[in-house]
């Protein structure tokens, strides 16, 4: 096949005199236009998340995503940043500006949502400009602009907080600078910042920023900027543990070893054909317990697309996978014919070689990692466009384009669909000051959080040996039974749930306190453990905990105090930090435990008993604390 001879559209840049790259005002009018549309499906999608996703039981939900902690990392210095090992810098980038939008705007899930918004919306612009780059003309760069947005790790990595977004453009930075350098000489610095921030978000993303260092270098100094740049690295992840001390060095990789080699990913197949066909179409979502995947102990649901067949989501799924095979083939063709852009042509196809090795080898789950590749993959169909077949590329991708669209969304709403049905039937119990500004949260399944950017708590099921089966967060829904009760005047006074485990009854008595009546199941032969934690449905931090055998005085020396009472006493109390697997860990007693980053929590193992009477309420203000 040969190229047309109007490989470059040259309206677009390039004077060979000036010897510059220069874009016409219409090109700009199409990048704010582009990333306005990027930004409002970005946040529009979010939308349909309840902020549920974000909190600790719905950790690995998600597609195996840390959903929760990069929640955390983003709006809370206090959080556990030990994630840092393997994305060195994320947590120096991606706090100041949703932390500095936390607090103007109040609301840490919105401000979280812009922020990815404003991420798209850069993606998709950096993405239309390298579709530019590398010869396409204004059209075909909007339309393939278009298919990366709609594509599948698109819709479902853009609305959520996670680090893949920010990774990929990180990835799409370095071709910039390649795409580039071969219309004009660039400073080594240029080179130095975009393999640092390559490095920067997640350490396996700077294989893109060495090789665009090494294809416009000698070895000498492609060798000297690549030192430089893990030194700079360096010096920013020791300004990012001042300011974050959870935060644990990124050649620490240990536990990633148990990622590799694993047999969650099935097969190497399996892996190539979530690489290339889930990327772009979602297939069915297959929703499971976790305990049944190998390596998983902690129980809940989880969504995998690893073993879903592509394009088996729906008719317009199938058609789709059609097209991109169609068109990725067409590109894989004009790619190898074309003779210009050898140095972005080289840096673009080793860094896809190179993702695919990585995740034949890492990894569980491919589509988690779908982002980081996925522009790669359409600035690779977008060559189709660069040969005599480009009437047949436009009509293929245009296709595309429509049942993508289609296929992509209509998954993701039934994915938000299953997981929002939990929190939708979330109920607001009065608070016994009878202020509604106080009033407390109760959860499907009994789970339940005071007021005031408070703690929340759950009860965890756990067999005769001690394994943990399940929590009240992550009951199937129907098998849990719930029943409003109301007083004389028909206002809510409580809220009773029923499972085979458990029944919980809250309540507001006229103590000023809050009430939890809980009572083990006759005829079952687990047994229930309360578990108190930071991540009640307004994520309070818990910074310390004194249980005297009788009480826990919560948070002693802040201004959010509790009291917690429980009758009978539990048979043990066990007092720490969540960090690591700390849900399987093996516990010791303690009576006191302080620590200011705000992750404590408190377990009573309540085996001996059943029934139980448990009583919350606002500790009295210290002497001199009000002004």
Not at 208 to 227: C, D, E, K, M, P
Not at 554 to 562: F, S
Request: aromatic share 12%; proline share 4%.
């Amino acid at each position: 096949m040969k190229l047309t001879s109007s490989v470059f559209d040259r309206q677009i840049f390039h004077s060979a005199k000036a010897g510059k790259v220069t874009w016409l005002w219409q090109d700009l009018l199409w990048v704010g236009i582009l990333a306005l549309v990027a930004g409002l499906i970005s946040f529009g999608l979010a939308q349909s998340i309840a902020p549920i996703l974000f909190e600790n039981p719905s950790w690995d939900v998600w597609f195996e995503s840390d959903l929760p902690r990069s929640f955390a990392n983003t709006i809370a210095r206090s959080s556990n940043h030990y994630r840092t090992s393997v994305h060195p810098i994320f947590s120096l980038i991606a706090f100041p500006p949703t932390y500095i939008l936390y607090q103007l705007l109040g609301d840490a899930v919105t401000a979280v949502r812009i922020i990815i918004a404003l991420v798209a919306s850069i993606w998709i612009s950096i993405l239309f400009c390298l579709l530019r780059l590398f010869g396409c003309r204004r059209l075909e760069a909007i339309l393939f602009s278009l298919i990366g947005i709609f594509s599948a790790a698109a819709i479902f990595w853009f609305s959520v907080p996670e680090t893949y977004s920010f990774g990929s453009v990180s990835i799409l930075l370095p071709l910039v600078v390649v795409a580039i350098g071969e219309y004009r000489q660039l400073s080594p610095w240029w080179y130095l910042l975009v393999s640092a921030l390559s490095l920067s978000i997640t350490t396996t993303n700077w294989m893109a920023g060495i090789l665009a260092t090494w294809v416009n270098h000698r070895w000498q100094q492609a060798l000297q900027i690549t030192v430089n740049t893990f030194c700079f690295v360096v010096g920013l992840w020791f300004l990012q543990y001042l300011i974050f001390p959870s935060s644990e060095f990124f050649l620490k990789i240990q536990s990633e070893k148990n990622y590799v080699f694993n047999e969650g990913s099935v097969s190497p197949w399996n892996v190539i054909q979530s690489f290339i066909a889930h990327t772009m179409v979602m297939p069915a979502i297959e929703i499971i317990d976790k305990t049944a995947r190998p390596g998983f102990a902690t129980p809940g649901i989880q969504m995998v697309t690893q073993l879903s067949l592509p394009g088996s989501a729906s008719l317009w799924g199938k058609g789709a996978v059609i097209l991109w095979a169609a068109l990725l083939g067409l590109g894989i063709w004009g790619f190898l014919a074309m003779r210009q852009h050898p140095k972005l042509r080289l840096v673009l196809g080793l860094t896809i070689l190179g993702q695919l090795v990585l995740h034949l080898l890492y990894g569980e789950e491919t589509f988690l990692y779908s982002l980081h590749f996925a522009p790669l993959l359409v600035i690779l169909a977008s060559c189709s466009t660069l040969t005599r077949a480009r009437p047949l590329a436009l009509v293929l991708a245009s296709l595309l384009l429509v049942c993508i669209g289609i296929n992509n969304i209509s998954e993701f709403n039934r994915a938000t669909e299953r997981i929002n049905q939990r929190d939708r039937q979330a109920i607001t119990l009065p608070a016994p000051s009878k202020n509604q500004e106080e009033a407390g949260y109760h959860r499907l399944g009994g789970s339940f959080s005071p007021p005031n950017s408070s703690f929340g708590i759950s009860f965890w099921i756990r067999d005769r040996e001690g394994n943990l089966q399940t929590t009240s967060d992550n009951l199937a829904i129907p098998d849990i039974r719930q029943e409003l009760v109301k007083d004389n005047n028909q206002n809510l006074a409580g809220i009773e749930t029923t499972t085979d485990y458990y029944q919980a009854f809250w309540s507001v008595g006229d103590s000023e306190k809050w009430q939890l009546n809980l009572k083990n199941s006759p005829d079952s032969d687990r047994h229930v453990m309360l578990a108190l934690r930071s991540i009640g449905a307004t994520k309070g931090e818990i910074r310390s905990l004194e249980w005297d055998g009788r009480e826990l005085l919560i948070n002693e020396l802040t201004g959010d105090r509790w009291i917690l009472k429980l009758e009978p006493a539990p048979t043990q109390v066990y007092l720490g930090k969540e960090k690591g697997d700390w849900m399987m860990a093996q516990r010791r007693t303690t009576h006191v435990w302080e620590d200011w980053l705000g992750l404590g929590y408190a377990l009573f193992d309540l085996n001996d008993g059943n029934q139980w009477n448990l009583t919350m309420e606002k500790a009295p203000e210290l002497e001199g604390e009000k002004i």
